[in-house]
């Protein structure tokens, strides 16, 4: 009885496992810059798509959300200090011709 659930358990979980070309197809697709990231949109929350590609394009998502929310804090922490060293070197030249 216990192998007939295991057998059964085995088909089912690989009906839903992708081929190396349909992750190769998928791979291409989103290295294309604008259509890529609506495609991700498109396979994360549509409703016939494969749950392995669902739950990778979701997780994608979520990386790239990071990726931006700490590229802008990098962004203004070096934009801050780059300006805070601007400032000092302009404060400490004469005011020559004022």
Do not use: H
Request: hydrophobic fraction near 60%.
């Amino acid at each position: 009885m216990e192998n007939t659930a295991l057998n059964n358990f085995d088909v089912a979980s690989n009906q839903n496992e992708m081929s190396f070309g349909q992750w190769f197809v998928t791979y291409l697709i989103t290295a294309i810059p604008i259509v890529g990231f609506i495609m991700l949109f498109v396979w994360a929350f549509g409703s016939d798509t494969n749950p392995n590609k669902a739950n990778w394009a979701k997780a994608s998502l979520i990386l790239i959300g990071i990726a931006i929310v700490l590229g802008i804090i990098l962004f203004a922490v070096m934009g801050l200090a780059i300006g805070g060293l601007v400032m000092s070197i302009l404060g400490d030249m004469p005011a020559e011709g004022i």
